[in-house]
């Protein structure tokens, strides 16, 4: 079975410091890692993805992921964290059922990223 | 706009009533998925399609739910006799194809939608 951990429900930083958010992957086969942001009353915003190839991807708005396929980890990072980045971050794996096609996003539960000033 | 547009933003009805839910997706978006947003909780799957027919609906939760999209663009997601544990919000997304994991899913706003 395929699941995504996030093992916090929040993760308070100052501006200016460097930023974690934790996602830890189960999943049988090669594993398609995906990071969500949402913004209140919004929908989910890409971020980036993990499919193969270099093991610390780069996203949007300077986020970036490491992916550790020892540690089954991808977790997000950001050298310097904003205000503007208060969110609730959603790690995803991608599972393609092969009988139906689908290409189905499982989720973890979701960080809440508070950035103090 | 060019993103998933979902209409209505938010739907209060009455513990038994019958609710339609719209998604716009992207234009040439193929794949459309139907999502469920608890509070607290993360995002989990509903329904897929590929084109008009629903490939998969594994995670339809009871068949108070249905879900359309007779010419491959617009789907409605209907929800029959609502229960106040169907409060949610209903997560809409398109893809241009499915078999492509390269290919990110965009997502709609979502509806709120709370049964009282």
């Known amino acids: 079975a395929q699941s995504v951990a996030q093992p916090e429900d929040q993760v308070n930083v100052a501006e200016g410091n460097p930023l974690t958010v934790k996602c830890t992957y189960s999943v049988s086969g090669n594993p398609y890692l995906f990071w969500y942001v949402q913004y209140p009353n919004r929908g989910l915003q890409f971020l980036l993805k993990y499919i193969t190839g270099d093991n610390l991807v780069k996203g949007s708005y300077g986020f970036e992921a490491e992916f550790n396929k020892s540690q089954t980890s991808f977790h997000l990072k950001k050298p310097s964290a904003l205000v503007s980045d208060s969110a609730l971050y959603f790690c995803a794996v991608r599972v393609l059922r092969v009988s139906t096609g689908a290409n189905n996003l499982f989720f973890g539960t979701g960080t809440r990223l508070t950035v103090i000033p | ?116």
């Open chain 2, 1 to 116: 706009g060019a993103g998933v547009s979902q209409t209505p933003s938010n739907k209060v009805t009455e513990k038994g009533k019958y609710v339609e839910l719209r998604c716009d997706p992207i234009s040439g978006h193929t794949a459309l998925y139907w999502y469920r947003q608890s509070l607290g909780q993360g995002p989990e799957f509903l329904i897929y399609f590929q084109g008009t027919g629903a490939a998969d609906d594994s995670g339809l939760p009871n068949d108070r739910f249905f879900a359309v999209r007779p010419e491959g663009s617009v789907s409605t997601l209907k929800i029959q006799r609502t229960e106040r544990g169907d409060s949610a919000v209903y997560l809409c997304a398109s893809s241009l194809r499915s078999r492509g994991a390269n290919s990110p899913l965009h997502f709609g706003n979502g509806t709120r939608l709370t049964v009282t």
